[in-house]
């Protein structure tokens, strides 16, 4: 807004009438996002999209998953987004190793009930 000079209710306003021809849509966090022509949009969570990668793979316990850079490009987000994403399936269990120069694996294939 202030590199436009613009302010914020003017923003919000041009928002919504943008969301009402269908070109922008709300992100959690009170954000708002363009939406580009023929676009799909996956409303799940990143950590969730990051996960069904293992299924749809067909990746096993003990194989290496993709790189964050690698990821960041498949998904159009940051590097930083996703190595959260990618702590946050460590946590849970599902992948193994990971920090700086390290190759994360798959420790647990995710069930159908995990996933949804």
Avoid: C, Y
């Amino acid at each position: 807004m202030q590199a436009h000079g613009v302010s914020r209710g003017v923003a919000l306003r041009a928002f919504r009438a943008l969301r009402e021809n269908g070109v922008a849509e709300p992100v959690r966090g009170g954000r708002w996002r363009v939406v580009r022509a023929g676009e799909a949009i996956d409303p799940r969570p990143l950590h969730e999209r990051i996960a069904e990668i293992i299924t749809t793979e067909g990746l096993n316990v003990g194989t290496e998953f993709p790189s964050a850079s690698e990821l960041a490009g498949r998904f159009g987000a940051s590097r930083p987004t996703v190595t959260k994403a990618l702590d946050r399936l460590e946590a849970a269990g599902v992948l193994a190793g990971g920090g700086q120069g390290r190759v994360r694996t798959v420790r647990a294939v995710p069930t159908r009930e995990e996933r949804s």
